[in-house]
């Protein structure tokens, strides 16, 4: 017997199909949307959590600015006092400095130059006197360059020649000069003093033990002597 199918069947499978994809359809959507609600939600907690984060920068920041501030005041509080400590320690170095200044230049001075005039003005010594000769003159400024720990950058003012009574019968012709030199601060010549001494390899006494040698070698009437004319002339007679 055979059947025969008189119903639409074609019509019945489009709706089918139409029924099936409008499924699919809707599902799909769905999915999007729980999926895009998925990522917003993620993407939500991200920010939030690096907002979080942010506000804890920003408080540490501040935090760490205000210790910035205090270190900054206690540099400045340091730096002032190693500034007074630092004057305190030149003016306590430069006591001695007048002892300095006359043993050196006694120390200096080369046979037949004398010191008739001494005046300091802040660093610079002016010193006036006779000598034999020029070459005299020469040799006290090769002394004050480079032989003294203290004395530094000899100029000469000027020379003239001059004459000077020995006795009633005895006149002989000196050099008057002028020279300005500049003293060395304590500090300076102990640095001068150690890059001398590293570099010669040689063991050179700090300024404090120089002063001391020097107060205990110079007494008052040995540098009066020694740089003064007088005591030339005398020992000449």
Known sequence: MILINLLPHREAARKRRRDVFYASLGASALAGVVIAGGIYLWFAAQISSQQNRNEILSQEIKRLEAQI????TLQAEIAALRARQQAVE???????????????????????????SLKQTANTVAIAGVAQSNERVSELLRNLGNNSAWFT??????????????????????????????????????????????????????????ATAATAVLPASAAVAAITPAAAASAKK
């Open 69 to 72: 501030k205090d270190i900054a």
């Open 90 to 116: 030149d003016l306590q170095a430069d006591r001695n400095m007048p002892v300095h200044l006359l043993n050196e230049l006694v120390r200096q001075l080369p046979d037949g130059v004398y010191v008739t």
């Open 153 to 210: 950058r000899p100029e000469l003012v000027e020379i003239v020649a001059g004459s000077v009574n020995l006795s009633a019968r005895d006149q002989r012709r000196v050099a008057n000069y002028r020279v300005n030199v500049k003293l060395l601060r304590a500090s300076e010549a102990q640095k001068a003093a150690s890059a001398a001494s590293a570099a010669s390899g040689a063991i050179v006494p700090t300024a404090a033990t120089a």
